[in-house]
């Protein structure tokens, strides 16, 4: 009767708190998302279809056509030691996640003693004679427990850390976007070099060749001593010029050799200039659901939704805890007779504990909990908002830098037929010295600004890449997103 009170009682408590668990709120970020960029309905270009699926060809290298830029990020997916540092994270959010999955199962340990005891005979006796006793125990056993799941807490929990490793996946994706993109800005960089320090060699071998021609018409009396001077000013100028851009392709080789994780002497490049690579074509009407290969934005929502099992597991911490408990084994006084079964004792318990007052600690995580999933859904929120942000920067650039690229060849053109005219004329001996002065600076600084608008127009369509997380062309076998929450609506 006893025992059977003890059950009502605790049925009683039970039973009222069984259907108790309330329901996570449901989780709406607040956002209205277009359908397609605002400057998909300024382009008319075609899409490009060069997107390769595999290795750094789906980060969007294989955009610009070069083989060389390719093979380097391939070569910094495996080398970097950003990358690297990324996917260390992820085992230790695998063995974070291993830990918090294993109080779904029973744990069991095993037990093995041996005591040898003495016992004084004064202990019996209050006159001697006194004898001593002395003896022995053995125990060997095998104890299991159990805490039983059932308001889901610890499901919750292991869901939080399965997420987690989700999100670390995806950080790790993150780094690897970025670390592409950095990759393809330095290669960018050292090319214009190139090209900067291979019109800054011509421009000087022009300035040589008028000097040579101005020393010959001070001999001959038709130019002065000034005119000579300047165009002397000139040479040392362009000349001047050339280390500050030995310098520059340095420090993007170097660049380029720590990206991949490599010692500089090592990298050996061949480069050529920016003219070798391909210019990428936009699609009309970029669909804004290509924001869903962005690996920050996933894992944001993962984030997000690994907090949300976190504040089920903080509110099933008010609900009772049931424990079972179990132990199987033999006891005896001697070894040989520790494996009759006579020997054998067995015991099994369950406890539950209800939590009644703690001074505010289990309210105090919850609202801890439930603060944390505000926050990092006001993350989530602003990364899709970031993202949007990133995209219209980087295709009104690329629209700009592409306008800027036309005027500036033009100008291009413009300062290379006046030096033309005026070079012609000088060898005539019919022109002023300061014109042909005029001409070649002008020249020299409108073609070196060419050389670095077309560095910013790659490095914008590297900008779009990173900012729609590796191009603009869906993968043909584009997983479908694993960190979906139902409750979670876009």
Not at 67 to 72: P, S
Not at 174 to 193: D, E, H, K, M
Not at 229 to 252: F, G, H, K, M, N
Not at 268 to 292: D, E, F, K, N
């Amino acid at each position: 009767m006893m025992g059977f009170a003890v059950r009502s009682a605790l049925l009683l408590l039970v039973l009222p708190l069984a259907g108790c668990r309330p329901e996570a709120d449901k989780t709406d970020i607040g956002l209205t998302i277009p359908a397609y960029f605002e400057y998909g309905s300024r382009t008319s270009a075609t899409p490009d279809t060069g997107l390769a699926d595999a290795g750094a060809g789906r980060f969007g290298l294989s955009l610009f056509g070069s083989a060389e830029l390719n093979r380097l990020g391939d070569e910094a997916l495996t080398g970097n030691f950003d990358i690297a540092t990324a996917s260390a994270k992820i085992m230790e959010a695998k063995a974070l996640a291993g830990e918090s999955a294993a109080s779904l199962y029973p744990s069991l340990s095993g037990t093995a003693d041996a005591s040898r005891s003495r016992s004084p005979g004064t202990e019996r006796k209050n006159a001697p004679p006194f004898s001593a006793t002395t003896a022995n125990n053995f125990d060997l056993g095998l104890s299991a427990t159990y805490m039983v799941d059932f308001w889901g807490r610890y499901r919750d929990m292991a869901e939080a850390g399965k997420l987690s490793v989700t999100a670390s996946e995806y950080d790790r994706d993150t780094t690897r976007l970025s670390t592409v993109a950095a990759l393809a800005n330095a290669y960018f960089q050292l090319l214009a070099t190139q090209d900067r320090l291979r019109l800054a060699r011509q421009n000087l071998a022009i300035a040589e060749k008028v000097l040579d021609v101005i020393h010959a018409r001070v001999m001959a009396g038709t130019a002065n001593a000034l005119d000579l001077a300047t165009q002397e000013s000139l040479v040392a100028t362009s000349r001047a010029a050339i280390p500050p851009l030995d310098i520059s392709y340095v420090q993007a080789k170097t660049t380029l050799a720590l990206l991949l994780g490599r010692p500089p002497e090592s990298l050996h490049l061949a480069g050529g200039g920016l003219s070798l690579l391909r210019q990428p074509q936009i699609a009309a009407g970029v669909p804004a659901q290509i924001l869903t290969r962005r690996p920050d934005i996933a894992a944001a929502e993962a984030r997000l939704a690994a907090q949300k099992a976190n504040v089920g597991a903080a509110r099933a911490a008010f609900l009772p805890n049931i424990d079972l408990t179990g132990k199987l084994g033999a006891e005896s006084l001697v070894f040989r007779n520790l494996f009759r079964p006579d020997a054998t004792l067995a015991s099994l318990a369950a406890g539950l504990t209800q939590p009644i007052f703690d001074g505010g600690t289990l309210q105090g995580q919850l609202d801890d909990a439930t603060a944390v999933q505000q926050e990092l859904l006001l993350a989530y929120r602003k990364s899709i908002v970031s993202a949007f942000s990133d995209v219209e920067t980087a295709l009104a650039t690329i629209e700009a830098q592409k306008r800027h690229e036309t005027l500036q060849a033009l100008a291009v053109a413009a300062a290379q037929r006046t030096y033309d005219i005026n070079e012609k004329i000088l060898h005539e001996g019919a022109v002023d010295v300061t014109s042909v002065l005029n001409a070649q600076t002008n020249l020299f600084q409108v073609q070196d600004v060419l050389v670095q608008v077309r560095q910013a127009k790659f490095s914008a369509y590297v900008s779009l890449i990173e900012a729609l997380g590796g191009g603009w062309t869906m993968p043909k076998d584009k997983p479908s997103n694993p960190v979906q929450p139902k409750e979670t609506q876009l």
